[in-house]
T-cell receptor, first 113, second 116 residues
């Protein structure tokens, strides 16, 4: 069955430090992969997505993610975190042939000064 | 261009009451979705629509009904609210560029519903 795992419920990083949020998925074929960000009291906003091609994907706000088929992972990274990046981050996987997008449980990012 | 809007933003119901949540989008998107968000569970799909006049069940449809009479609107109804339906509800839409579920979804700001 299709599933998405975000192992970290919450992460705290210092402002200016690098960030990596983990995402592992379970899906038989090549999935469509997404990272969304949710600021407090807001809806989700797409950061980046992977469909095919280059496995390193660039997104908005300086984020990037790398698709690693061998590890079934799609980890999100940012080289230098800003206080405004504090939010909840959701990884999602989708497939064609009938609508099915599965969201992970989310990772809440705290940024300390 | 307002994107996706949801009405109301907050609501408190008593068990057994009914209500309708309204979602509107002005991006001419074909696909629309209703999700619920509960702590530690991410978003779960309630119902979705692939076009005006069509709806389909998602992952957790029980206790909810939907209608899409106009392309820009997608209504979520609770006929007899239960405490288990306390949640934050998000509406989303996406364009008909790719197969459904594979394109970017645009989310509304959410409706926080409490059922006492």
């Amino acid at each position: 069955a299709q599933s998405v795992t975000q192992p970290d419920i919450h992460i705290t990083v210092s402002e200016g430090a690098s960030l990596e949020l983990r995402c592992n998925y379970s899906y038989g074929a090549t999935p469509y992969l997404f990272w969304y960000v949710q600021s407090p009291g807001q809806g989700l906003q797409l950061l980046l997505k992977y469909f095919s091609g280059d496995t390193l994907v660039q997104g908005i706000k300086g984020f990037e993610a790398e698709f690693k088929r061998s590890q079934s992972s799609f980890n999100l990274r940012k080289p230098s975190v800003h206080w405004s990046d504090a939010a909840e981050y959701f990884c999602a996987v989708a497939r064609t042939g009938g609508f099915k997008t599965i969201f992970g449980a989310g990772t809440r990012l705290f940024v300390k000064a | 261009n307002a994107g996706v809007t949801q009405t109301p933003k907050f609501r408190v119901l008593k068990t057994g009451q009914s209500m309708t949540l309204l979602c509107a989008q002005d991006m001419n998107h074909e696909y629309m979705y209703w999700y619920r968000q509960d702590p530690g569970m991410g978003l779960r799909l309630i119902h979705y629509s692939v076009g005006e006049g069509t709806t389909a069940k998602g992952e957790v449809p029980d206790g909810y009904n939907v209608s899409r009479l106009k392309k820009q609107n997608f209504l979520l109804g609770l006929e007899s609210a239960a405490p288990s339906q306390t949640s934050v509800y998000f509406c989303a839409s996406s364009p008909l560029r790719l197969a459904i579920g594979t394109d970017t979804q645009y989310f509304g700001p959410g409706t926080r519903l409490t059922v006492l």
